[in-house]
């Protein structure tokens, strides 16, 4: 189906519509949902692809990102974690062991299972930037008294005599350790000696985004405990301190969420295209950030769907003529962003590809909608028609694929011809025919025109696949054999000619499956027997005395055969045929059994009924190879009277073998004759030779 409608645009320019659609009354195994796409009118503008819009991205693919619905960006993925830290100030009266860190609600300084942290100290933690897992950053000894807590320990204790004594251990170090962007936590046991920190351990502290201002109003004595991140600016780092007075006597609990994840990912659009002639490129990226490293890659796409890499770093303006539409119809563009300081991509501000689109076509069944019944080896005729929707030209003729595939057989019947391409918003009717011989059963009719030969914006909408839609009904009739010796249909024991004409015809019902071979046909002819031998002779085509002639629309299948000079003796004819559908002529073969007597004889074999009330049947046997030159039947009234006279002539089929003649009983006027008794002769003359019979009739009105 091609559905159209006409939209009025707002007077803005540069604006981006988005428009779906769905099934209103969806079948069972039809989609429920909605298909979306969007547009952006640009006033005077070439054509083109255009994304500029957040949610214009969502078809796009992303790896290492998220798309924030909230704040209608793209973020990096996230894992986070949960701090709970319970500290005491050095004149609190709760004792410095019960100092607590959960990190998800695991206790981290525990005395049982490793050392105790000490009292008086500044203790860290570093937390790897993606996976949020504690590090141990300096690997140190078990027994070094600056790890502590649970095994394996991976909290770093610092009394002030340790922040920085120069060794590769201290607090500078573990500091310069720590990879940039791993997140640390920071909190005091009892008195972390602030005012014997160094201005070597400020700048220190500087690294982890702790400004010396945020800690300047700490006492030695305050509990503290800081948030901050490696690589961030001095500033940003979350200080908390107690709130009451005396600080040094107060607990300080701090519950935060750490967070982390990729500092790295990127978007690669859909597929832009097909085009006939590549123009423009425009990528432009936003809220870029000094910690930013991104840029932006173009690849292109064979027909196929073979990607290639035509260009990394791209900037902001591109031209795209020289690269070849016929090698690359399509186009897709990738955005990479990595921040290790801030975790936060940069933003794509627009990207837009300017180019010549090709042609869009859709291809329609115009024949009936419900399944269609054909006899087996009937020619069955589609008509279809592919309309172009576009305002472009296709660029040659188009291939349409043809498949009829047999659901029982699942053996295909295709074919492959070419199609004018219809114009612009023209159409080009076209009609598929096949014949359906060998075809019987439930068929499906596909239909493909341009299978990705010339690009198109969508192949789907140029295949029609029809399941089942042709029921072949397979011949199940069986044909009629017709056998005939000398022109007649003989009885058994009948007497035929020594050179007789055997013709078997197929009567076939079925106007389309016509029989144009000698496949399932069998003649067996069987020779009188000698004292060794009285077996069948398979009679072959490839015989100088047969002949086959093939069923036309106007003639049956026919076979003649010619045996020259039979010796005298009894003969057995067997016939078996089928059809082209392989369907018997019956449930048993013909048959015949016949004799041949190559001596002239005549025999008068009986007149009946006698005595009649209406006709008289004469029967005569002619043996030998040659009819009678003359016959006469002469019937008298007993007085004397010639009352009926029969010739040759009268005799439509004078042939070797049993003959018959009747009279009707009038006399040659036309007459009926009376009840009573009446005398026949007959008499004939084969080679010169007569030979005569007399009778009586009685007749009964």
């Known amino acids: 189906m091609l559905a159209s409608f006409s939209v009025n645009l707002l007077p803005q320019d540069s604006v981006v519509y988005y428009w779906q659609t ?46 924030n619905a909230n704040s209608q960006q793209l973020d990096f993925i996230e894992n986070s974690t949960s701090l709970l830290v319970t500290t005491y100030g050095d004149s609190s009266a709760t004792p410095y062991t019960s100092v607590s860190v959960k990190v998800d609600n695991q206790e981290y300084n525990l005395a049982t299972q490793g050392d105790p942290c000490r009292n008086n100290t500044i203790d860290v933690m570093a937390f790897d930037k993606t996976t949020l897992s504690p590090v141990d950053i300096l690997n140190l000894i078990f027994q070094d008294p600056r790890n502590c807590g649970r095994s394996p320990e991976v909290i770093f204790d610092y009394a002030p005599t340790d922040m920085d004594d120069g060794t590769n251990s201290d607090f500078i170090a573990l500091v310069d350790s720590i990879p940039t962007s791993d997140s640390v936590l920071i909190f005091s046991i009892g008195n972390a000696g602030y005012s014997t920190w160094s201005p070597n351990i400020i700048s220190t502290l500087a690294q982890l985004g702790i400004a010396q201002s945020q800690l300047s109003t700490l006492q030695d004595g305050d509990p503290v405990v800081i948030l901050g991140r490696k690589g961030a600016p001095a500033g940003t780092a979350k200080v908390f301190q107690a709130t009451a007075s005396p600080a040094n006597a107060q607990p300080l609990q701090t519950a935060a969420t750490l967070t982390g994840g990729n500092t790295s990912g990127e978007m690669t659009s859909v597929v832009i295209g097909p085009a006939l002639r590549w123009k423009q490129l425009i990528a432009q990226a936003r809220d870029i950030q000094t910690s930013d490293q991104y840029n932006f890659s173009l690849s292109g796409l064979t027909l196929d769907g073979h990607e290639t890499v035509l ?38 501000r627009q990207w837009i590809v300017v180019y010549d689109p090709v042609a869009e076509g859709v291809l329609f069944y115009n024949g009936p909608p419900n399944q269609q019944v054909v006899s087996e080896g009937q020619t069955w005729t589609g008509a279809y028609s592919f309309v172009n929707i576009s305002a472009q030209s296709f660029t040659d003729s188009l291939t349409v694929n043809f498949e009829l595939l047999n659901g029982t057989t699942l053996s295909s019947v295709i074919r492959n011809f070419k199609i004018a391409a219809p114009p612009p918003g023209d159409s080009t009717n076209f009609t598929v025919s096949t014949n359906t011989r060998g075809e019987a059963g439930l068929n499906d009719v596909d239909v493909y025109v341009n299978p990705k030969i010339l690009p198109e914006q969508y192949y789907e909408n140029n295949v029609i696949d029809l399941g089942g839609y042709l029921n072949i009904k397979g011949d199940t009739i069986a044909p009629v054999l017709d056998v005939t010796i000398d ?14 004409v055997i013709q078997i015809k197929l009567i076939d019902e079925d106007p389309y499956l016509l029989k144009t071979d000698t496949t399932g046909i069998t003649i067996v002819l069987t020779y009188p027997c ?55 002529s019956g449930s048993e073969p013909y048959q015949v059994n016949f004799q041949v007597e190559n001596e002239i004889t005549f025999a008068f074999q009986s007149v009946y009924p006698n005595p009649s009330s209406s006709l008289f049947f004469f029967n005569f046997v002619v043996t030998g190879n040659q009819v009678p030159e003359s016959f006469g039947l002469n019937v008298y009234a007993f007085d004397g009277r010639l009352l009926q006279q029969f010739t040759i002539a009268d005799i439509s089929d004078f042939h070797i073998g049993t003959n018959q003649l009747i009279w009707d009983p009038t006399d040659n006027s036309g007459p009926m004759v009376p009840s009573g008794m009446y005398v026949f002769r007959m008499q004939l003359s084969i080679q010169g030779k007569e030979y005569s019979q007399t009778g009586k009739l009685i007749l009964i009105r």
Do not use: H
């Open 311 to 348: 260009q990394s770093n791209v900037p902001e303006i591109v031209d795209l003529t020289s690269i070849s539409a016929q090698q690359y119809p399509y186009l897709k563009l990738t955005l990479q962003t990595e921040d290790d300081i801030t975790l936060s991509p940069v933003q794509l």
């Open 22 to 67: 769905k099934f209103d009354q969806p079948n069972v195994n039809e989609s429920t949902s909605w298909t979306a796409s969007s547009f952006t009118y640009i006033g005077n503008s070439p054509t083109g692809w255009m994304q500029r819009k957040f949610p214009q991205l969502n078809q796009n693919t992303i790896s290492g990102l998220v798309e």
């Open 487 to 500: 022109g007649r249909y003989l009885v058994n024991n009948d007497f035929v000619s020594p050179n007789p």
């Open 530 to 584: 000698s004292a060794t031998d009285c077996t069948g002779q398979q009679i072959f085509f490839s015989r100088s005395d047969v002949q086959w002639f093939p069923a036309t629309a106007t003639s049956d299948f026919r076979i003649e055969f010619t045996p020259k000079n039979l010796p005298d003796g009894e003969y057995i004819l067997f016939v078996q045929a089928a059809d082209e559908s392989g369907n018997l």
